[in-house]
């Protein structure tokens, strides 16, 4: 009797590179362990990090650990919403047909597997888009703010990048602290910007947000080029800068940090300054999840999705990503 080995389609590339190199295959299903969720994803959000793990750029994703010469996985992707296909014997949190959102590693693909501690419940009333998008970006965002900013109600808070996928989220986020938020963006975006909650936007075509003539307690600074020396001008005396992920396309800085460049003179120079100078790489983690579904929940935040794909058109929406057009984030679906 011959058994069958149950498949699934994934993208996948087997060496670092443009995205019109991904390729379309089927690969074997993965199983879940012990302590693992496997989920049949319906959808899977991409950003900056999933560019640079496709790209293997700026040289730091390497030595973080993802592989030095070529992926350590094949299948790229953090993101994931979808439904609980099986479950290990050691799971508690979840059973097959529950929703969820999350990250693993390979979210690219019909299925995905990871330990229960990486995945949440998803709300019933968002959809597997809307989920598949919150992940890495809106835990970037609450970081940003609370962890390494210390956001406090009644702060001045100012969001550069506020039309991305990062700055949809941390506008958003800053009200649920009670600041008084203003967001940075583009003509395009600045009707966007408002609607989710911006006290103030400026559109930095028209103006140059960085000279001098306006403070905050806070900067969250998501998809800016401007030097530490710019974004200083922004702070009151005792004000905190956050730098989040590489800024925007992550042009500048070189292959070996490209827009981390910036987050490590800011760390750099905090000690010297009156001024605190942070700069954040994110980690999801499960408490931080499930205050997300309880924010997506309440309808006190909601995933802005600029333009969603089939999974076959990843390289389209990597390249869409970098057009500097998108307006929230972009979901592949499944």
């Known amino acids: 009797m011959t058994t069958m080995t149950a498949t699934m389609r994934a993208m996948v590339r087997d060496a670092y590179g443009p995205p019109d190199r991904l390729e379309l295959r089927d690969l074997r299903r993965p199983a879940a362990g012990p302590d693992d969720v496997l989920v049949r994803v319906r959808a899977a959000g991409v950003d900056q990090g999933t560019w640079q793990l496709v790209t293997g750029l700026p040289y730091l994703i390497r030595l973080a650990g993802y592989g030095l010469t070529r992926p350590k996985v094949p299948v790229p992707g953090l993101d994931v919403a979808g439904r609980v296909e099986a479950v290990g014997e050691r799971v508690t949190r979840f059973r097959p047909g529950d929703e969820v959102f999350g990250t693993c590693d390979g979210a690219l693909a019909e299925y995905a597997c990871a330990p229960q ?17 919150v992940p890495t970006s809106a835990v970037a965002a609450l970081q940003g703010l609370r962890d390494a900013g210390g956001i406090r109600a009644g702060q001045r808070v100012l969001v550069i990048g506020a039309g991305g996928g990062v700055g949809t989220f941390a506008v958003q986020l800053a009200k649920t602290f009670d600041a008084h938020v203003t967001g940075v963006c583009s003509t395009a975006k600045t009707d966007l910007v408002r609607s989710i909650g ?50 925007g396309s992550g042009r500048g800085g070189g292959r070996w940090t490209q827009g981390a460049g910036r987050q490590l003179r800011a760390m750099a120079l905090s000690p010297f300054v009156g001024q605190n100078l942070r700069g954040l790489m994110s980690a999801a983690r499960q408490e931080d999840l499930r205050l997300l579904g309880e924010l997506l929940e309440s309808g006190r935040i909601t995933p802005v999705v600029d333009r969603t794909y089939p999974l076959d058109e990843l390289p389209a929406a990597l390249l869409h990503l970098r057009s500097g057009r998108v307006a929230g984030k972009v979901v592949i679906t499944m």
Not at 118 to 133: D, H, I, L, M, S
Not at 208 to 233: F, K, N, P
């Open 198 to 247: 911006a006290d103030d936007v400026i559109d930095h075509t028209r103006e140059e947000v960085a000279d001098g003539s306006r403070r905050y307690d806070l900067v969250l600074d998501t998809g800016g080029h401007r030097s530490v020396t710019r974004l200083r001008r922004l702070l009151t005396p005792r004000g905190t800068l956050v730098i989040v992920g590489s800024g």
């Open 117 to 133: 501690d990486r995945f949440t419940p998803k709300p019933a009333n968002v959809t597997f888009e809307q989920a598949g998008a």
